[in-house]
T-cell receptor, first 116, second 115 residues
């Protein structure tokens, strides 16, 4: 079975500082993808970054980077130079190759608050 | 025009009412999904459609009835709901179903309150 764990219900960060949001996952399938989504108060889930299980390098997208530690089964999101607009819920998600018709499985999320 | 549009944004209904949620995607995708998001719980997958055919139904009560008339539209018909069904209902789409790196595109959701 697939499982995503986000242990931080809420995080605070000072504007312009970096912040790390934790995500651990559990699967026995060697082929999987890891995703991070942002959900602002408007409700829409916005895709941020993707990491494949066979990717050799950590994924980066602008101010977002994914600290992928395969042996520890962790896929932490790092946001550099935080902005007030980064305040939102952040969800880690996973899809494994042999999960049939099941798309993404999500964690419970972390609420990030950026302080001026 | 946004990629995935959901209407209405907010809905309040009594337990005996019948209502429908609508989702439309303008991305040319072949797979569409309904998720339920309750407070302090992970997103729960409800239904999956691929090429207009339902391929997944995650033990959802029959008071929720999905309909996918074409690849661009997805409905969720609601009848005799319970207060515990109050939640944010999110629609999503993806290019295809079953690819590891396939990302989902979401709408803004319908916030449903059942009285």
């Amino acid at each position: 079975a697939q499982k995503i764990t986000q242990t931080q219900p809420g995080m605070f960060v000072q504007e312009k500082e970096a912040v790390t949001l934790d995500c651990t996952y559990d699967t026995s399938d060697p082929s999987y993808g890891l995703f991070w989504y942002k959900q602002p108060s408007s409700g829409e889930m916005i895709f941020l970054i993707y990491q494949g299980s066979y990717d050799q390098q950590n994924a980066t997208e602008g101010r977002y980077s994914l600290n992928f530690q395969k042996a520890r089964k962790s896929a932490n999101l790092v946001i550099s130079a935080s902005q007030l607009g980064d305040s939102a819920m952040y969800f880690c998600a996973m899809r494994v190759r042999n999960s049939g018709n099941t798309p993404l499985v999500f964690g419970k999320g972390t609420r990030l608050s950026v302080i001026a | 025009e946004t990629g995935v549009t959901q209407t209405p944004r907010h809905l309040v209904m009594g337990m005996t009412n019948k209502k429908s949620l609508k989702c439309e995607q303008h991305l040319g995708h072949n797979a569409m999904y309904w998720y339920k998001q309750s407070a302090k719980k992970p997103l729960e997958l409800m239904f999956v459609y691929s090429l207009e055919e339902r391929v997944e139904n995650n033990s959802v009560p029959s008071r929720f009835s999905p309909e996918c008339p074409n690849s661009s539209h997805l409905f969720l018909h609601l009848h005799t709901l319970q207060p515990e069904d109050s939640a944010l209902y999110l629609c999503a789409s993806s290019q295809v179903l079953g690819v590891t790196n396939e990302k989902l595109f979401f709408g803004s959701g319908t916030q449903l309150s059942v009285l």
